[in-house]
């Protein structure tokens, strides 16, 4: 069959039906439109959180990092303190990113 006898086939199939099945079937395209735009809404939502997922676990990687250097300067260092301070400074990091 060629193509252009399916296309008449669609064309009089849809000129056939009833008024009440072509707003139903207008109706169901719609529904369906806008079941896929929430959706490509949801999955850019979903990008922008990724991003910020990595971004956050890079930031964690890199305090991870500094602080076992610092543990190793400690560990050189005569000042115990230090540690103190790096402690408290993660934590501040931590709250702050959490507000």
Known sequence: ???HDVNQQEEMA???LDPKAGMR???ALRVQ???QRRLHEQLEIQR???VRIEEQGKRLQKM???LLKARGNVARSPEPDVTVGIHIELQD???NDEA
Do not use: K, R
């Open 14 to 16: 849809v000129e056939n």
């Open 33 to 35: 439109l806008d079941v």
């Open 64 to 66: 991870f990092e500094d």
């Open 25 to 27: 079937f207008t109706e």
């Open 48 to 50: 922008g959180l990724q």
């Open 93 to 95: 990091v931590v709250v």
């Open 1 to 3: 069959m060629a193509c």
